[in-house]
């Protein structure tokens, strides 16, 4: 059987995110080009407009997303990119009376009621309205339409389903393609409620505000991953690897990622071709073998700088990078901070 190498390129553990962006250069025009593409406002009625206390410049907005915020009366408190193709902000949002709607927007929305939110429902839930330390999932596929009244200030976490590939096989030993986000409307869970309100108390900017964040924000996926996910609705998966097949690659790729990895290596553990093995990897995997080697490289990168004390270049040896230089590349382009700097900043 022939092999032919994996490359274990950040750029393919995160081309299916490539939607973000990861330059700096573009940092505030992509993060608000991706956060409210979706919603349409109609609003009836707003009161005076509060000045935000650190407007982002107007060069720095999208023009389609700074032309459809700007037709509501919601102000922008905070927003950042935290690494890892997630963003965040805060939102303040005052009317007497206006509608808005959600028509299916591509990416996952978390929403945490931070204050208000008494006037607000969604109409197709009558008679249900928001409160403080309330949550909302809201899925890529979903659509909804919102009724506000009054105020409402709220946490937005953005998304997108591939955050819940790796985590699903992961976590759950389940298929990706076979999870979604639920569909909930004011709901209550305790540590994501406590996790939200760390994430809204703490800093995002800065390299070091937004690493902090991003431990807190994938821990909060994490949660969310195993309380308000749901079969996906297309019913019984076809194709595939067999639960055991998958179960049995996933194992041995964390066993030898110190190895130079192959495409052959995978298909004799699976017992199938390498074109095959390719093919079926993807589909219940949620990504290519290449992409799923890379990522697990830096969660395993990530884990035992958080836990040991490992020269780097041994850390690179353990997870299969050629050098420390090489490591040090990936590792910051995946995580926006050097290695050694992420170390200290976890442990400070």
Known sequence: MKNHSIADGAGAGLSVLAVFGAAASARYTVVLSFLIP?????CTMSVRPVPAADSPPAADIAHKVFHTMSQTEARLERYALLGDNLAMAIWDRRTEHSHTSYIQPGHHTLSFYLGGGYGTQRREEPGSHGAPQLLCALPDWHESRWLLRGNVRMLHIYFLPEHFTRRAVVELDREPRGLTLADRTYFEHPRIVSLCRTLSD???????????ANEVTHETLSELLRSQTVPQR???????????VRRRLAEFIDAELARNLTLGMLAQVACLSEFHLARMFRVSFGMPPSAWIAQRRIDRARHLLKTTALPLQQVADACGYADASHFSHRFRAATGVPAGHYRKLLLA
């Open 38 to 42: 979706m919603i349409t406002c109609d």
């Open 202 to 212: 703490m800093p995002w900017h800065g390299p070091d505000a937004a690493l902090r």
């Open 234 to 244: 297309q019913g019984r998966l076809n194709g595939g690897l067999a639960p055991a």
